[in-house]
């Protein structure tokens, strides 16, 4: 029956992929649900802007067709993934060598025995040679020069043993890998008995594109977990923009579900307070905010350190030919850690004749960030960028929540009965880890209020809508 005292029976603060993931969950079990959104957009950090038939996103685009959640989620069956080509090109020594995935696997299984150099990136005149050491920049540590033989993955002996272990990372369970035990992954790496040519040619640069950390303090558990999704997936984007995959999440979600232009300045187990409408009552409050503004809400909870990452966004009529690769530098030449021409992985992203560019700096961005991203992008390319125009650069401080060992990657979502909390720091700071915080947040609020009880009636539940 009508409850007069509750405007619904759960409200969720914020609407970034956390909270949007378990408001689906909590309406699909008739839980009656308000979204209370700060911006006047649903996202968060998956912003896309838009600029003359651009789109432009603020975060890096490293997503894996093997994130179980994008499968998991309700309300995310019509998204549409673009897939990079297979497995990634590495620039090492001047030249272009695929670290593919063979034909008709859907990941990098068994894919790096096929490993081979491609023809050197097509040099124009203008365009700098590959510096012998890798350039300083500033935040970051760089490491030594390498000494290596030919390609950056080593010998075919080299790359077969990484095949191998990749494999076997691929088709090892979740649970066992997490009971491994935890070290920084960058020292990890090293106990693994992998050859340090596979390490840093390969692994490291890898590894700091997938986790946004270029030193690898991150736990070699979470490293671990990236590399299984990188070797049994493929890295892949939303069409559309990053803006695609919550705006999907909102627009299937009842009519009247989320409310942006909303600021909740404090919660309690029966109430959120709001900056623009007063109070608002209800039974359950999930806080679904990043880290900081979760840790102003709830007083005591833990603010993680930040890795912060900047993106830069070029446009240019002569796209290098690198096609829909994923292009990593193995000589850690410069402050890119990973570029793509992403209008060839998803051609929604620039008007026509026009491709579009997009690059990411990790740690913070070198004074000048552009010219120095032009300088290394004419490296890694192998093409002129002196006509490039840039069309943004988003630079983001508080961009992924550091996840050092001992890293839980399941933290407590459940605080006391009515109160609960959401979000890529009580996970994996992924969107993988977002999603599943959501979705663990919500089997915690339907366990305690009795799932699947339609609790609050005040209107009829609509059906949720499901994309095709
Ligand atoms: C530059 C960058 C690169 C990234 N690269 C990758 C990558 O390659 N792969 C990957 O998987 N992940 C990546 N991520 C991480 C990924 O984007 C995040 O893990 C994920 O989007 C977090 O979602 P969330 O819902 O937990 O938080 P958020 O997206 O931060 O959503 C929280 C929401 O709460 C709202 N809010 C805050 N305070 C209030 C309040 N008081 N009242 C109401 N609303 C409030 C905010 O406006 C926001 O909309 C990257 C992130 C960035 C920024």
Do not use: N
């Not at 956390?18 to 689906?24: D, E, N, P």
């Not at 998204?79 to 272009?96: M, Q, S, T």
């Not at 979470?222 to 049994?232: G, I, K, Y």
């Amino acid at each position: 029956m009508l409850e007069p005292a509750y405007q619904a029976d759960v409200v969720v603060v914020g609407a970034g992929v956390a909270g949007l993931s378990a408001a689906h969950r909590l309406t699909s079990a008739g839980v009656t649900t308000m979204v209370l959104e700060a911006a006047h957009g649903v996202g968060g950090r998956m912003a896309t802007e838009k600029i003359d038939g651009f789109r432009l996103d603020r975060i890096g685009q490293l997503l894996s067709t093997a994130y179980p959640e994008l499968r998991l989620t309700p309300g995310l069956g019509g998204l549409v993934l673009r897939p990079f080509a297979p497995g990634v090109l590495l620039h090492g020594d001047g030249r272009h060598h695929r670290a593919g995935v063979q034909p008709g696997t859907g990941g990098a299984r068994g894919a790096l025995h096929a490993v081979r150099a491609l023809a050197s990136a097509p040099r124009s005149p203008s365009a700098p040679r590959l510096p012998r050491r890798p350039v300083a920049v500033p935040g970051r540590q760089v490491s030594a020069p390498r000494s290596r033989s030919g390609a950056p993955l080593g010998t075919a002996v080299d790359q077969a043993r990484l095949g191998a272990a990749l494999t076997r990372l691929a088709g090892t369970p979740a649970e066992r890998l997490l009971a491994r035990p935890e070290l920084p992954a960058g020292e990890a790496l090293a106990a693994r008995g992998l050859p340090a040519r596979t390490i840093d040619g390969f692994l490291r640069p890898l590894l700091a594109a997938l986790l946004c950390d270029p030193d690898l303090t991150t736990s070699s558990r979470c490293a671990d977990l990236a590399l299984r999704a990188f070797a049994s997936g493929r890295l892949c984007v939303p069409e559309g923009g990053a803006e695609a995959l919550p705006e999907l999440l909102a627009r299937t979600l009842p009519a009247g579900t989320v409310h942006t232009g909303v600021r909740v300045t404090s919660v309690s187990t029966t109430s959120v307070t709001t900056a623009e409408h007063g109070e608002i009552r209800c039974r359950a409050v999930l806080v679904a905010t990043d880290a900081r503004a979760a840790a102003e809400l709830l007083p005591g909870l833990r603010v993680p350190e930040f890795h912060p990452v900047t993106v830069v966004h070029h446009t240019t009529d002569e796209p290098p030919g690198t096609g829909a690769s994923l292009l990593l530098d193995a000589d850690l030449g410069g402050p890119v850690a990973h570029t793509a021409v992403i209008s060839r992985v998803d051609p929604s992203r620039a008007p026509a004749g026009r491709a579009l560019v997009s690059s990411t700096v990790l740690g913070r961005p070198p004074g000048g960030v552009d010219t120095a991203v032009r300088m290394h992008l004419a490296r890694l390319y192998g093409v002129s960028t002196a006509r490039w125009e840039t069309l943004a650069v988003h630079h983001t401080a508080e961009a992924v929540p550091a996840m050092r060992p001992p890293h839980d990657l399941r933290r407590p979502v459940r605080l006391i009965a009515g109160l609960y909390v959401c979000g890529d720091h009580r996970d994996t700071s992924t969107v993988q880890g977002a999603l599943h915080s959501g979705h663990r947040a919500s089997a915690a609020i339907l366990a305690d209020l009795g799932a699947g009880r339609s609790l609050h009636v005040a209107d009829p539940v609509p059906t949720v809508p499901r994309a095709a």
